[in-house]
């Protein structure tokens, strides 16, 4: 190997005086040269930006796979240029899981086939999650993570190279301070008038030897600190422009943002929507599954969110009181709901608010908007999930689990 000797012994020399010069600022022994302030202002909003950036793409990650041993095999896949493999998520699993229990118990099985609208509806959520994490990934992650290990590193290379011409430019003011206070010396020492009687006159020639050395020292100095000065200067007017395009990161990444929380809700309404065409679907089934009054358990569904639970509602609603013979619960539901000379109870009516919209699986059934004002109350051997609503002229069962009951 073909070493350059003299390059080397230069490199070493402009390291060393670089670590002498660092050192002593550090000590408090040499001056150093400031940034202004409008420089230092960009250099803490890059740093805020950089640390705040891996954090946000540390936590988004935690949020898209919480299983770290699973992100961090992804990021050896990364690392490596090779594909990830591709993965089941949480609910495709369980989705699976349910189907095949249902083929197992039985598809006809009443179980069975509520196990099977649940798996499909946790597939369909699985998917959505699905489409949520890779758009997330391409749309947020990914112009994060292309940011630290782009731009910034620029940044970061360019910020060293330049405190590297700092410290150069530092080491040769002080030398041209040392260089100038030398000359200065010698030149006094120079102006004195020379005793030719004194056992050595050569001094006078010495001294005055010395000068000349010290002003060809001077001169040295100065180029250097010229030179040192030019490529100081060119080297912070680079770093400046880098630093200032952190504002066009700011907006990239806000863009980016937006689309991250638009993906996000459209993924958490999919996923809303899904669940309400589950609860509809498992709702118009339930009385077929268990008749009878064993329906009274109002904790069996799982409700979107209410103010007031279903066994709260079931407790709080009134009953209209019977007189004899209670009839058969099926058929007064039925009655009440297709006789139109069928009447509110006299006492037990309440209003309730609408939370959510309901579409009316059959003519059995009251349609809703939400934030609309209806009165309810319940009837004999009614399911406790369900109520009779009124709008106006209006009557159908309507879901407990869809209005809020108001005093």
Request: charged fraction near 25%; hydrophobic fraction near 35%; proline fraction near 5%.
């Amino acid at each position: 190997m073909d070493f350059n000797m003299k390059k080397l012994a230069s490199d070493a020399g402009v390291f060393f005086s670089r670590a002498v010069q660092f050192t002593e600022e550090k000590l408090g022994q040499a001056e150093k040269t400031e940034l202004d302030a409008h420089f230092e202002n960009l250099l803490a909003k890059a740093d805020c930006t950089k640390n705040w950036t891996e954090k946000i793409l540390h936590q988004t990650e935690v949020l898209l796979q919480p299983n770290p041993s699973v992100r961090v095999e992804e990021f050896l896949y990364e690392k490596l240029d090779r594909k990830v493999p591709s993965r089941v998520t949480n609910g495709e699993l369980l989705a699976q899981y349910m189907v095949e229990a249902a083929n197992d118990f039985g598809p006809g099985t009443p179980y069975g086939k509520t196990l099977f609208k649940v798996g499909e509806t946790q597939k369909r959520l699985g998917g959505a999650e699905r489409d949520f994490m890779h758009s997330a990934s391409i749309n947020f992650l990914n112009p994060l993570r292309n940011f630290l290990e782009g731009d910034w590193r620029t940044i970061t290379k360019e910020r060293r190279i330049l405190e590297n011409r700092r410290l150069d430019l530092d080491a040769c003011k002080a030398r041209l301070k040392k260089a100038k206070a030398a000359e200065a010396k010698a030149s006094c020492e120079g102006d004195a008038v020379p005793d030719f009687q004194e056992t050595r006159p050569r001094n006078y020639i010495l001294s005055a030897s010395a000068s000349a050395l010290w002003s060809d020292e001077v001169e040295k100095a100065e180029h250097e600190l010229r030179v040192a000065q030019t490529e100081f200067d060119r080297q912070a007017e680079l770093t400046r422009l880098l630093l200032e395009g952190i504002s066009s990161t700011h907006v990239n990444h806000l863009r980016c943002l937006h689309e991250f929380v638009e993906a996000q809700a459209t993924y958490y309404a999919q996923g809303y929507q899904y669940m309400l065409d589950l609860q509809k679907q498992l709702g118009s089934s339930k009385g077929e599954i268990f008749p009878g009054t064993f329906v009274g358990n109002a904790e069996s569904t799982s409700p979107p969110p209410a103010t007031t639970s279903p066994t709260t509602v079931s407790a709080t609603i009134p009953v209209v009181p019977t007189v004899g013979r209670a009839p058969n619960p099926a058929t007064a539901v039925e009655g009440a709901l297709n006789l139109s000379d069928v009447k509110p109870p006299a006492s037990g009516t309440r209003k309730a608010r609408v939370l959510y919209d309901y579409e009316a699986a059959d003519s059995s059934e009251l349609a809703l908007l939400a934030d609309e004002m209806i009165t309810v109350y319940s009837l004999p051997g009614m399911d406790p999930d369900w109520l009779i609503g009124e709008r106006g002229n209006q009557k159908g069962k309507v879901p407990v689990t869809y209005l809020e009951l108001l005093s």
